[in-house]
């Protein structure tokens, strides 16, 4: 619904709208927009202690209004006089005129904006696009020989990081004539991480197989 003030160059007209202005920072919701745009250029200027409200908020819009415009300015008096109802027309057409297409008086996007604009694309398109399966792997691996320290063995399988690659829980399990083999379950994102690229290229290759002989895929599972 429009909201429309009228002589806004009147006592009444100010005392109007300071009272709409008593608990609220601007004139449509929480941030500035072209309504507040719109009714500052009807207000002549600060009206002072008289209407602490609208003083607050015109203070307010100014302070905005500066920040977009950095030039030193010189300092500009407007001279004569206008016919009291034509002056009333113009300053109350720009609050009841709802068109976007009103002058910008911010100019173009800052590079902050810019950027802030294409990391909320960029997180619709991500929040948009459907999440990648993941899948539970149970993987043996096994030791060289009965000799192998297998704290170390262990150690060298968790220093392998990858995106997508979640370590989980493990044990030793007895093979025979001394040997233990590890056992760990792993959590991978498909679209990220190859179980056999995992092993052929990381676990089983330099430096990992100094205490890594070979290892072999137990469980496969889909989440």
Same mark, same amino acid.
């Given at each position: 619904?429009?909201?429309?003030?009228?002589?806004?160059?009147?006592?009444?007209?100010?005392?109007?709208?300071?009272?709409?202005?008593?608990?609220?920072?601007?004139?449509?919701?929480?941030?500035?927009?072209?309504?507040?745009?719109?009714?500052?250029?009807?207000?002549?200027?600060?009206?002072?202690?008289?209407?602490?409200?609208? $003083?607050?908020?015109?203070?307010?819009?100014?302070?905005?209004?500066?920040?977009?415009?950095?030039?030193?300015?010189?300092?500009?008096?407007?001279?004569?006089?206008?016919?009291?109802?034509?002056?009333?027309?113009?300053?109350?057409?720009?609050?009841?005129? &709802?068109?976007? &297409? &009103?002058?910008?008086?911010?100019?173009?996007?800052?590079?902050? =904006?810019?950027?802030?604009?294409?990391?909320?694309?960029?997180?619709?398109?991500?929040?948009?696009?459907?999440?990648?399966?993941?899948? $539970?792997?149970?993987?043996?691996?096994?030791?060289?020989?009965?000799?192998?320290?297998?704290?170390?063995?262990?150690?060298?399988?968790?220093?392998?990081?990858?995106?997508?690659?979640?370590?989980?829980?493990?044990?030793?399990?007895?093979?025979?004539?001394?040997?233990?083999?590890?056992?760990?379950?792993?959590?991978?994102?498909?679209?990220?991480?190859?179980?056999?690229?995992?092993?052929?290229?990381?676990?089983?290759?330099?430096?990992?197989? =100094?205490?890594?002989? $070979?290892?072999?895929?137990?469980?496969?599972?889909?989440?």
């Amino acid at each position: 619904m429009a909201i429309t003030f009228s002589d806004l160059h009147t006592e009444s007209g100010l005392n109007s709208l300071n009272d709409f202005l008593n608990g609220k920072s601007y004139i449509s919701g929480d941030k500035l927009t072209k309504d507040d745009i719109k009714v500052y250029a009807a207000v002549l200027k600060n009206p002072g202690d008289s209407f602490p409200n609208v $003083s607050e908020w015109y203070n307010c819009v100014s302070s905005k209004i500066a920040t977009s415009f950095p030039g030193k300015a010189v300092g500009v008096s407007l001279g004569g006089k206008a016919d009291p109802a034509q002056s009333a027309e113009a300053e109350a057409s720009p609050v009841a005129d &709802d068109d976007d &297409d &009103d002058i910008d008086l911010f100019g173009e996007e800052t590079e902050e =904006e810019k950027k802030a604009a294409e990391e909320r694309e960029a997180a619709k398109k991500t929040a948009k696009k459907k999440e990648s399966g993941k899948s $539970s792997v149970l993987l043996d691996v096994k030791p060289w020989d009965d000799e192998t320290d297998m704290k170390k063995l262990e150690e060298a399988v968790r220093s392998v990081e990858m995106p997508g690659l979640l370590w989980g829980a493990s044990k030793l399990v007895a093979v025979g004539y001394g040997i233990k083999k590890l056992q760990i379950m792993l959590t991978i994102v498909d679209d990220l991480v190859s179980v056999d690229t995992l092993i052929e290229e990381h676990l089983t290759a330099e430096p990992h197989n =100094e205490y890594i002989q $070979s290892c072999d895929i137990v469980a496969f599972n889909k989440i």
